[in-house]
């Protein structure tokens, strides 16, 4: 009984390596076969592939073509808006948001980059950010305030909690539509180093002036001195 058992055990062993030779014999035949049409055929492979990579290549520069196109055609309104905003009575009948956003495209006119419009509650005081030219970070508040009316040292007090140790600006620019900040206001402004922007400084960057040429105006905005472009 025990050799019977034993030979139908080499029985089924000998059929499990007969299947497996099989299998291999038939993979490394097909290995084969695809070798020999790879050999053959190769000048229709490569034409294959090359054109994949041809359709590849036009899909991408199409793609790259049509945001270039819509990145012009966006510029191009912003354009045309800011230009029906020339004088800064027009800006007074925007809407807080619209007010941020032409904010924004002042700072992208004098080439920074890297322009957001960041304002919503929660914001601590960022409006809008940028990256100046030469890598520093502005950091803007905007306050779009009745033309009769002028901003106190809360304001000031309020943005300054977090400009410099939260939001790490080396240019901190408080803009408004108001006339004017109060002395205490401005005078704050002046010793932690912000630019004060009121409505007769935001006529000036409006209608051409640099955002930088501001500076000296109130001799303020230019963040840490160790940060400074001038050392």
């Excluded at 924004?104 to 957001?116: H, I």
Aim: net charge positive; charged share 30%.
């Amino acid at each position: 009984m025990g050799g019977k058992r034993q030979k139908q055990r080499n029985q089924r062993k000998r059929g499990r390596q007969g299947k497996r030779y099989e299998r291999r014999t038939r993979w490394g035949a097909a290995g084969l076969v695809a070798v020999v049409a790879a050999v053959a055929f190769w000048p229709y492979t490569l034409l294959v592939l090359g054109a994949c990579l041809l359709g590849a290549g036009g899909w991408w520069l199409w793609r790259r073509d049509r945001r270039a196109r819509a990145a012009d055609r966006e510029f191009r309104e912003a354009d045309r808006r800011a230009r029906a905003r020339a004088t800064v009575a027009a800006l007074d009948v925007l809407s807080w948001r619209e007010f941020e956003e032409h904010v924004a495209w002042l700072c992208r006119r004098d080439g920074c980059g890297q322009v957001e419009v960041t304002g919503r509650a929660g914001d601590l005081g960022a409006d809008v950010t940028a990256l100046l030219p030469d890598g520093r970070r502005v950091v803007v508040q905007c306050k779009q305030y009745r033309a009769d009316r002028s901003v106190g040292s809360a304001d000031m007090q309020r943005f300054l909690g977090t400009v410099y140790q939260h939001h790490r600006a080396d240019l901190a620019v408080f803009v408004t539509t108001a006339r004017a900040f109060t002395k205490p206001a401005l005078e704050l402004a002046t010793q932690q180093r912000v630019l004060a922007i009121h409505r007769d400084y935001l006529g000036l960057w409006n209608s051409g002036t640099p955002l930088l040429d501001l500076i000296p105006v109130n001799g303020a905005g230019q963040g840490r001195r160790e940060r400074r472009a001038d050392g």
